[in-house]
């Protein structure tokens, strides 16, 4: 069974262009996590799904990050326009019905804005 | 102050020494993870645990939920053991909700050969 699948892993932007990173969770994953990890840091959350429903977008920079699960299955998140600091590392995680318990990251989709 | 603090923050080690990985947390958890991230690679769950000790080869982790205390140990490490380490506690959910992850900044441990 595949993993989690983001896509792109890499992308290079200029600031001010947008960005959108796509990911596939686990089959049956009720859970999508997008979370955003800066270097040297731990992965900081940015939004919950359970299933089509944003249950937690509290820390989701709201002016330029939109984020979106259509159908409870795959998960796009956005940046427009993008800035500096958001260079980083854009993760993608999604856990089973139980919970946080079974709980698997994609690869993670690295961003720099020059 | 974090939620969910690790020490050390960097660590180098000898292959064959044994390691040990310490992470606190002064949130209320009702389990908690540990996760592997090899340089450029993806975070792989180790181990997830609420109570007691887990073992998968040579990686032991182990919890006490009372003292608010979890570590990670390393028996005869290997420089492939070379990675940030992080553990994540899980917070209960509140009525209604789902349960949450709070991370640690993580630990990079390098083994050299």
């Known amino acids: 069974e595949a993993g989690v699948v983001q896509s792109p892993r890499y992308k290079i932007i200029e600031k001010k262009q947008p960005v959108a990173f796509w990911c596939n969770p686990i089959?049956?994953?009720?859970?999508l996590y997008w979370y955003r990890q800066n270097l040297g840091q731990g992965p900081e959350l940015l939004i919950r799904?359970?299933?089509?429903?944003?249950?937690?977008d509290s820390q989701l920079p709201k002016d330029r990050f939109s984020a979106e699960r259509l159908k409870g299955v795959d998960s796009t998140l956005k940046i427009q326009p993008a800035e500096l600091g958001d260079s980083a590392v854009y993760l993608c995680a999604s856990s089973s019905s139980e919970g946080a318990n079974v709980l698997t990251f994609g690869a993670g989709s690295r961003l720099t804005v020059l | 102050k974090n939620e969910v603090e690790q020490s050390p923050q960097n660590l180098t080690a000898q292959e064959g020494e044994f390691i040990t990985i310490n992470c606190s947390y002064s949130v209320g958890i009702s389990a908690l993870h540990w996760l592997q991230q090899h340089p450029g690679g993806g975070i792989v769950s180790l181990f997830m645990l609420s109570s007691g000790k887990k073992k998968h080869g040579r990686l032991i982790a182990t919890i006490n939920i009372q003292e608010k205390h979890s570590s990670l140990h390393i028996t005869a490490s290997h420089p492939r053991d070379s990675a940030v380490y992080i553990c994540a506690g899980i917070i209960d959910a509140l009525q209604g909700g789902s349960e949450k992850l709070v991370f640690g900044k993580g630990m990079k441990l390098t083994v050299n050969p």
């Open positions: 089959s049956g994953h009720n859970t």
């Open positions: 799904y359970e299933n089509e429903e944003a249950v937690d």
